[in-house]
């Protein structure tokens, strides 16, 4: 990646909020963090002691200051962050602090840059536990109210921010995520080969699905689907439902109801390195998610030319429009239908070049074309 142009203010980037499994958030962060160091931005980033040695890693030269131990907890993490950051701030003398996870520090003497990655707490709250809703509506409401700026994923995120809480529109920006093409490819034969026996599989066709397991995600009427799309089917694909387990106890309920003949495969918490040869050696990359502000895997499995199977409209016709395979993610018998024309479709090289348009290198100068706007 070449240097961004002319010069870009001193930023320090909080992410010591990023959860110990890289989710689609924690994707995000590493691959903004690794490309702005790589475009030469003047950036320090504090992380939990448990990520310093990693991040260290990601970019060479890349200054990383590790906070205290205990804010490896939630309520320790939160009160370091109204304190101990503001303080990191002046000792690094940052120009611009970017909280990348909807929180942020109240009276910081700089501007402070947060990400907000949906609304999915205010519009569908019944898809999250009460007390994380809660927790995320008020950060939301918090970081509309006092940050300096906003970013977003999408237009679809933006609109709702509007809509719900009366923002105001000109301190949000749309900065698409962006997919990391030198590990999101059309991968090898030995890259998928090796994914396929870690999970068991081998050699034995799948459909992929990636993310936390919460009620969102829409996993419960995935099985379903899936089943009625394999059904008669001499030799049916197996069902990877790789993610850490979140909040719905449908999931479980939806597996024990699958035929003894059809395989299923939970692998849980996948490490980076094992996502492309998931999503690349997938026959489909099934996302029936009821509510995004974004959806990076679908993304990603763009990235890996792998036929998708994701939701009609926002967010994802922003990227996908045209590639994806669309469904009604609140009916099993369209889950299958897409799944089962996303079969006869093949391969989908349109969707590796389109993904090719949303690089981490076009995020990156829409961030610092921010933080110099705010330093200024």
């Known amino acids: 990646m070449s ?198 599989l081998h050699g034995r066709p799948y459909i992929a699905f990636l993310g936390v397991l919460e009620r969102r995600k829409n996993v419960p009427d995935l099985v379903r689907g899936w089943v009625k799309a394999v059904e008669g089917r001499e030799d049916p694909p197996a069902l990877v439902l790789a993610g850490s387990s979140g909040w719905d106890d449908g999931v479980d309920q939806a597996i024990a109801e699958v035929p003894d003949h ?19 050696g997938a026959m489909i990359v099934a996302y029936p998610s009821k509510a995004e502000g974004f959806g990076l895997p679908v993304l990603e499995a763009m990235a890996c030319a792998t036929p998708v199977v994701a939701p009609a409209g926002r967010p994802y016709n922003e990227f996908a429009r045209g590639v994806a395979f669309e469904v009604n993610p609140l009916d099993p018998d369209s889950i299958a239908q897409g799944l089962q024309r996303a079969v006869a479709g093949g391969a989908q090289p349109v969707g590796a070049r389109r993904a090719a ?4 290198e076009r995020a990156v100068q829409a961030h610092v074309n921010l933080y110099r706007e705010l330093a200024a």
Do not use: C
């Open 262 to 280: 059809l395989k299923i495969v939970r692998p849980g918490y996948l490490r980076p390195a094992d996502l492309p040869g998931l999503l690349g």
């Open 3 to 200: 240097p961004v142009s002319l010069s870009a203010p001193r930023v320090l980037l909080d992410a010591t909020s990023v959860p110990a499994d890289r989710g689609g958030v924690g994707r995000y962060v590493d691959g903004l963090i690794g490309a702005l160091a790589e475009a030469g931005i003047d950036l320090v980033v504090a992380a939990q002691r448990s990520d310093a040695e990693r991040f260290t890693r990601l970019a060479s030269g890349l200054e990383v200051i590790a906070g205290p131990s205990a804010i490896s907890h939630r309520p320790a993490r939160l009160a370091w962050e109204q304190t101990g950051l503001p303080l990191v701030a002046q000792q690094v003398k940052a120009q611009v602090i970017h909280s990348p996870y909807y929180t942020m520090p109240l009276h910081a003497s700089v501007p402070v840059v947060v990400t907000v990655h949906d609304v999915t707490f205010f519009s569908e709250p019944e898809l999250h536990s009460a007390v994380r809703a809660g927790f995320y509506r008020s950060a939301t409401r918090t970081a509309v109210r006092r940050a300096t700026r906003v970013v977003v994923p999408s237009q679809a995120t933006r609109d709702e921010l509007e809509r719900l809480l009366d923002a105001d529109d000109q301190r949000i920006d749309v900065v698409p995520h962006g997919v990391d093409l030198a590990n999101f490819h059309p991968p090898s034969e030995a890259e998928t080969r090796r994914v396929n026996d870690r999970l068991g």
């Open 357 to 360: 348009d949303f690089t981490w």
